[in-house]
């Protein structure tokens, strides 16, 4: 028998949602490491997350520590943490700390030192992790990677916008599956653009009962609470069960590579003349384009305490009342039952449903 | 024989029940404290209930076809009265309300641990909002200070109106506003003041809060159980500057809108009073399918399961006898 070591480091993101599978896949084919993939999230993330936080940290803080520690535990040896345009830049070097008077030994990589950084050094930063990395192998693994991402987003928001009017209960969910499961096992760019194909041709070709008027929300608010599932307790799961068609502008896809903040901020000026921090011009333009087409209702979710969102809400409320939409806020800490959110979220969709009767 | 419809409202503090008739008149109602346990609070009002219907001789003329509850224990005491409608408080108090008053344009409503306000335009709700995180401001809050003072909540208002002015008491939070209470007390404050004070408070605190970005219309209604605290009520008339309307049956409203949605509904199985008296047991179940750990609640009747919910995933779903 021929004994094979792994030499690889291994290379740990916190969890976000499935893009885990796209980051999976850029470092280990791209920069050739072994990628530490998490199981979803449970509630013991966010418990070990909150007991070794701040209190006064955001949810997404908790979270993210949670995923690290986890890492940590399942034998990760390179930490990555990114940077962003809110608290969460400074997020990198507080974890950095915990983890490190937690007593774990490991390599931490903080990305907010690389933002902005030349491509010259994000190859040294590559070849940190890997000595003996093939920075063409890199690229096209970043490139797969990327294309992973949007395929993903793409599948999602089907998903999400079709799920609750599926003639078959569960024909959609097992598609969509079936697609996360061959995302998570990829291992080249032509899996991924079939395994794209194919579920695409699968939810396009599956029956709907869809009504004539079906209610229609729209999601928007702050970058990590909104995208990750567990985050928002599968607030777009649970509005599918209720028969709502889901939208969410708020994706990586989105974010970063179709709608900059400064091509959209125009397009707001009649409620904002500048941006307001991170988020909250996707927020306020997603919202505002709900509005303009005739959506039923509006969901916002943040974080609580997130002070960019907290900002939007005035926002918020003069574009629910030029439009005459209703906008549900939610704001997430780390709650132990789901009942407050379930009461919400019903009232919210029979209210919607209620008017489009009365008012048709 | 004529139909009737049953709705039950469990609240965290009180439980409310009524049976109506397919025009809304109110048959029986009944209105108890839950104390903690709302499968004997609900068994206690189907007692009530049914008594009332024996005595106005109405078990002859109606038979109650369909059921629903509402409430925060809809869902334990809707699998053991078998409704088939359980609905949650906010669509049933909308329901009810534009019921009775068609031409509602804002409900306001402060139970014993939530508070909301209801948006409604052409008889419909077009915009709703809930207490988030906490419960400043709620019955809750109003009887443990009633409490401290050692006054009874009911007699509250009476003696709210008493006063000459509202003593100053910031109602943002239940925390500080219990210190500021204290403080005015240690002063040497007259009572009513202090209590006209907290009536004041609740209800700033409410249109900072809960109504804040809504806009407020009359004809107003203002229900739950605070609207039976005539100071809150003369609060609100001076904050918003507009006649607030309380209903007498106000407190039932969300029983009575359930039995509207039970009505609507148009499911209709007949329905036993014999419920009340069959022996219902819940049980908490840990999943250790995953970390999760998932709450699983399973309730039995005489000893047979019939129902369980709590599990997120399907690992922990229980399978039925």
């Known amino acids: 028998m021929e004994l094979r070591i792994d030499n690889r480091k291994k290379v740990a993101f916190p969890r976000i949602n499935h893009y885990d599978y796209a980051i999976r896949y850029i470092v280990e084919q791209g920069i050739g490491a072994q990628f530490i993939l998490l199981p979803p999230a449970t509630k013991k993330t966010s418990e070990l997350g909150s007991k070794y936080s701040p209190d006064y940290a955001c949810a997404p803080f908790k979270h993210s520590l949670g995923s690290l520690i986890e890492a940590l535990e399942a034998g990760a040896e390179v930490l990555v943490e990114t940077g962003g345009l809110c608290r969460l830049d400074y997020y990198g070097a507080l974890q950095k700390e915990i983890i490190r008077e937690l007593g774990y030994r490991c390599d931490f990589i903080n990305l907010a030192e690389y933002m902005g950084g030349s491509k010259k050094e994000w190859i040294r930063l590559a070849r940190h992790i890997n000595p003996k990395l093939n920075p063409a192998k890199l690229v096209t693994g970043a490139y797969e990677g990327v294309k992973m991402a949007e395929y993903m987003d793409e599948i999602e928001a089907m998903y999400y916008r079709n799920a609750g009017f599926e003639a078959e209960k569960g024909s959609y969910k097992k598609v969509y599956r079936q697609f996360l499961m061959e995302m998570q096992i990829a291992e080249s760019g032509q899996e991924i653009k079939r395994g794209y194909q194919r579920a695409k041709q699968a939810l396009e070709e599956l029956p709907l009962k869809m009504p004539e008027n079906p209610v229609r929300i729209g999601v928007v608010g702050e970058y990590y609470t909104i995208m990750d599932e567990h985050s928002n307790q599968f607030l777009q799961e649970k509005l599918i069960n209720l028969g709502a068609s889901v939208h969410r502008f708020m994706n990586i896809t989105n974010c970063h590579f179709r709608a900059k903040e400064t091509a959209l901020r125009p397009r707001i000026r009649e409620y904002a003349q500048y941006s307001m921090g991170p988020t909250t011009t996707w927020t306020i333009n997603s919202a505002m384009d709900y509005a303009k087409q005739g959506f039923d209702g509006i969901i916002h979710v943040k974080s609580f305490g997130c002070t960019p969102e907290m900002d939007a809400i005035p926002v918020l409320q003069n574009i629910s009342r030029d439009y005459h939409i209703p906008v549900l806020y939610l704001s997430y800490d780390l709650q132990e039952s789901d009942t407050g959110l379930d009461t919400r979220l019903e009232a919210f969709y029979d209210m919607l449903e209620r008017k489009k009767k009365v008012l048709r | ?321």
């Open chain 2, 1 to 321: 024989m004529k139909k009737a419809y049953l709705g039950i409202d469990i609240g965290s503090i009180s439980t409310k029940g009524v049976i109506i008739n397919e025009e809304n008149e109110i048959l029986a109602q009944c209105y108890l404290w839950t104390e903690g346990n709302p499968m004997n609070a609900s068994k206690n009002v189907l007692h009530e209930l049914k008594s009332q219907f024996d005595a106005a001789n109405s078990r002859e003329e109606y038979k109650i076809v369909a059921s629903g509850t509402t409430g925060s224990a809809r869902k334990l005491v809707g699998s053991m009265i078998g409704a088939q409608v359980v609905k949650n408080e906010i669509t049933a108090h909308a329901v009810g309300t534009t019921t009775l008053h068609p031409d509602v344009r804002t409900i306001l409503e402060i139970g014993g641990q939530d508070s909301k306000i209801i948006c409604v335009e052409n008889g419909v709700a077009v915009d709703y909002a809930m207490n988030t995180l906490c419960a400043a401001g709620t019955g809750a809050f109003l009887s443990s200070q009633a409490h401290r003072l050692g006054v009874e909540v009911e007699e509250f208002g009476e003696i709210a109106l008493k006063a000459k002015k509202a003593a100053p008491i910031a109602a943002r939070c239940t925390v500080f506003a219990e210190s500021d209470l204290v403080h005015k007390l240690q002063v040497g404050c007259p009572k009513e003041e202090i209590i006209a004070g907290l009536c004041k408070a609740v209800a700033g605190n409410y249109l900072n809060n809960v109504a804040k970005g809504k806009k407020i219309v009359a004809p107003v209604v203002f229900q739950g159980g605070v609207s039976k605290n005539a100071g809150v009520v003369r609060m609100f008339e001076e904050e918003l500057g507009m006649p607030v309307l309380v209903d007498e049956n106000g407190h039932l409203m969300g029983a009575f809108g359930i039995a509207v949605l039970a009505k609507e509904s148009q499911d209709e199985r007949a329905f036993s009073f014999d419920v009340a008296d069959m022996e219902f047991k819940t049980r908490e179940v840990t999943c250790g399918k995953c970390a999760n750990h998932c709450e699983i609640i399973c309730v039995y009747r005489d000893g047979m399961l019939i129902d369980s919910w709590g599990n997120r995933c399907d690992n922990g779903a229980i399978k039925q006898q």
